[in-house]
Every structure is written in structure tokens, then in C-alpha cells.
């Protein structure tokens, strides 16, 4: 039996750790002397280096009763537009060398989040079956022992059809999983609203 | 990142008020290897118990030097060291008299998202560990016991800080990646 080590909640306090340049206000009134913060992720992934078609994704985190879940914090991992991880186990030659397909976002005050991006290619899933390209989330919230997982999917990829983990999923529930497009100017918009529990419940994965 | 993020007293003018105390511990996998070069992230409450963040009404003081975050990144053995003063308990709106134990969040990676993890180290001995439903909400005593550090008198700087051990095993095995790639 393995040691890991347990998860516990992000509880409601996270934001000046880990999103502090975010959307949720944390600081205090007389917080004139605050430390020269980097932040390690930001909700932008977009890099000098990326190709593709830069997109944006936006969206609400919701609760059992519709209401937004203004302190949620939300991550997302991705492929490049060329289908490759920034992670050590895809050798595959990744043109994209400063992309790493990773984001964090947290809601603002109408549950709110957005990541500005670039779609993802398809990527090799198990047994060599091609993905459709899709993005993983993780959703962190107060009152949740551990963060949940969830997928977003494109509304104009034919590959849906076929990915291996969509099609795991109930027909009549894969519309939680799939984003629907908006353009705002040139920018595509891909609006995916996650509901943690209730009515319409976004489909979570055990993983 | 930057140099000084790891140091928690060291954000502001002056130092922060309480009990200066080094926190550290390797991060392993589930084959205990190290997981180098990884990012942990912590928030805390102050000394008071108070934290930074607005949302929090607790009537205790809050410290002009002191926000509570930190971060580093463990080194090729899987190493990281924080700075930091001891986070005070503090009063909660989940039932009558609920009072968190002292602890400090914990934001770890590892190798993938798979092993994402994000929970709270305790220190030993709490007397209200029985009391906290978040602590109790890990079922399991053995694994209640994998959030509470270690007193660490070793590593303890005479005349400085005390020092707790904090170590942290993450999901997941770096040699068989594949193995942990199903939903």
C-alpha cells in the first residue's frame, strides 16, 4: 500500500498564494508595502514561439443551484496546435519550445474564469488511438477534498466522434463536455460553463 | 520565481511578529524516488492566526510584514526548504467553536497532472486534531498522519528556528508514466 501523501481542500484563501495577480481580489486596503510577486502560471499560455490559431476560453464555474462559485481556482494542461506535451514522456520533437500548455485561473466575483490559449492538435490516446483535441481541467474548490477533473472539447471537430474518452461517456452527457464557439472580433471564443454538482452536472473523470 | 520566494520573513521591511520555524522535506513519487525540480507553493495564516486575504473577518491583527505565501522549486533530489513563521490557529464559521489546527497549505506537482497535489501540513501534537472536520475528513488514521510534520531537532539553528520535516508523496511513478495514463 503506497504512502501518498492525502489531499485536503484549497479552502477559500488561495488566491495570494497561488493566482495572486488574478480575479480574485484578496489584498487588503493597507497592503501598500506587498512584495514583488511573479507568478509562476497565468491564465495566458500563449508564447513568441507558439503556432496555431490563438483562441480564447471562457467560462463560469457553477454550483448545485446555478449560482457562480466566486472562489474557485481552475488549471488547464494541453497539447500544442501540433498535438505535443511539454513533458518529459513525449520525445516527439515539439516546435513550440517555450508553449507548455499549462494554465491557472481563478473566478472572479461572477464565477468567471478565461484562459487565452491556442487550440490544441489531436494527441495519441491508449493503444494508439488518436484523441480529438481537447484540454484537461482541474478544478480546485473550498468544501472539495480534492480537485476534480474534467475535459473540454471543440464543437467543430469531427474527431469527437471517435476519442477514445468521449465516447466513454453517455451520449446524452457529452454536451457537458463540449465548449460552444463565440467570436469576439477575430478571436475565437469557446464558452465552457462547469457545473461542480445539480441539474446538467459537468461529467467528471476518476482519475 | 525569484530568489527570496521561499522565505516568508523576508517579503517586507521588517520581520514578521511569532515563531520563526523552517519547514522542509523531499517530495517523492509512489516508489518513494525523488521528484526533482518540481514547484511547491504554500499559504498561511500569521502568527494571529489572521489571513491576508480579505475574505477573512478573523478579529486578529494582521502583520504588516507578513503576506504568508512562498514557493520553491524542490531540487534534482526532490528538496525544498521554506522560511517562514508558525501560522496561528484560528476561529471558523463551520459549527459552534470551530477552530482550525495550525497548518500551512501545500500546493505540490510533481510529474503530470495526475499527480497535482494540493492539501495541508500539520504540526505534531495539535489538541485540536480530533476537533476539525478538515483534518477528520481524511478517513484513514495512518493517512491523517501523512499531513502532520515532523519536529526535526537536527535541522532545528540553535539560537535561530526550529525546524519541522514535511515530506510529500505524490501519485504516480516517474519510471512507468504509461502505467498511470488511464481514465
Known amino acids: ?207 | 520565481m525569484q530568489e527570496g520566494d521561499n522565505d516568508l520573513t523576508k517579503q517586507h521591511k521588517g520581520e514578521p511578529l511569532g515563531e520563526r520555524i523552517i519547514v522542509h522535506g523531499h517530495v517523492y513519487d509512489e516508489d518513494k524516488r525523488p521528484v526533482p525540480d518540481t514547484l511547491v507553493e504554500i499559504w498561511q495564516a500569521n502568527a494571529c492566526g489572521r489571513y491576508v486575504h480579505n475574505v477573512d473577518q478573523h478579529p486578529a491583527p494582521l502583520d504588516p510584514n507578513f503576506t504568508g505565501a512562498g514557493r520553491a522549486i524542490a531540487d534534482k533530489n526532490g528538496y525544498y526548504r521554506f522560511i517562514t513563521v508558525k501560522p496561528g490557529a484560528y476561529p471558523w464559521g463551520n459549527h459552534h467553536n470551530a477552530w482550525r489546527p495550525n497548518h500551512i497549505h501545500f500546493s505540490v506537482f510533481g510529474h503530470s497532472f495526475l499527480s497535482r497535489l494540493v492539501t495541508q501540513m500539520y504540526f505534531p501534537g495539535d489538541y485540536l486534531f480530533p476537533f476539525d472536520p478538515i483534518f477528520n475528513s481524511v478517513t484513514e488514521e495512518k493517512a491523517r498522519e501523512r499531513m502532520v510534520s515532523k519536529f526535526d531537532l537536527e535541522n532545528t539553528i540553535p539560537d535561530w528556528a526550529l525546524c519541522f520535516r514535511f515530506d510529500i508523496v505524490l501519485r504516480g511513478r516517474e519510471a512507468t508514466p504509461q502505467d498511470t495514463d488511464k481514465h
Open chain 1, 1 to 207: 500500500m503506497s504512502e501518498i501523501t492525502p489531499s485536503q481542500t484549497v479552502g477559500p484563501f488561495f488566491a495570494y498564494g497561488l493566482a495572486p495577480h488574478s480575479r480574485c481580489e484578496w489584498r487588503p486596503e493597507q497592503g501598500k508595502d506587498v512584495y514583488d510577486w511573479k507568478n509562476t502560471a497565468t491564465a495566458d499560455l500563449v508564447t513568441a514561439d507558439t503556432s496555431g490559431t490563438k483562441i480564447r476560453i471562457e467560462g463560469r464555474v457553477l454550483d448545485g443551484d446555478g449560482m457562480p462559485i466566486n472562489d474557485a481556482m481552475l488549471e488547464i494542461w494541453q497539447a500544442d496546435a501540433q498535438g505535443r506535451y511539454a513533458h518529459p514522456a513525449d520525445n516527439r520533437p515539439r516546435p513550440n519550445t517555450r508553449f507548455m500548455g499549462f494554465g491557472r485561473s481563478a473566478t472572479d466575483k461572477n464565477g468567471v474564469f478565461s484562459f487565452d490559449t491556442i487550440k490544441p492538435g489531436s494527441v495519441p490516446g491508449p493503444n494508439g488511438k488518436a484523441q480529438a483535441p481537447h484540454i484537461v481541467f482541474c478544478i480546485f474548490s473550498r468544501g472539495m477534498l480534492r480537485q476534480i477533473y474534467t475535459r473540454l472539447y471543440f464543437p467543430d471537430e469531427a474527431a469527437n466522434a471517435g476519442d477514445p474518452i468521449l465516447t466513454l461517456v453517455p451520449p446524452d452527457r457529452r454536451g457537458t463536455l463540449i465548449a460552444s464557439k463565440e467570436t469576439q472580433g477575430e478571436m475565437p471564443v469557446y464558452r465552457f460553463d462547469i457545473r461542480v454538482q445539480g441539474d446538467n452536472e459537468t461529467v467528471f473523470f476518476e482519475i
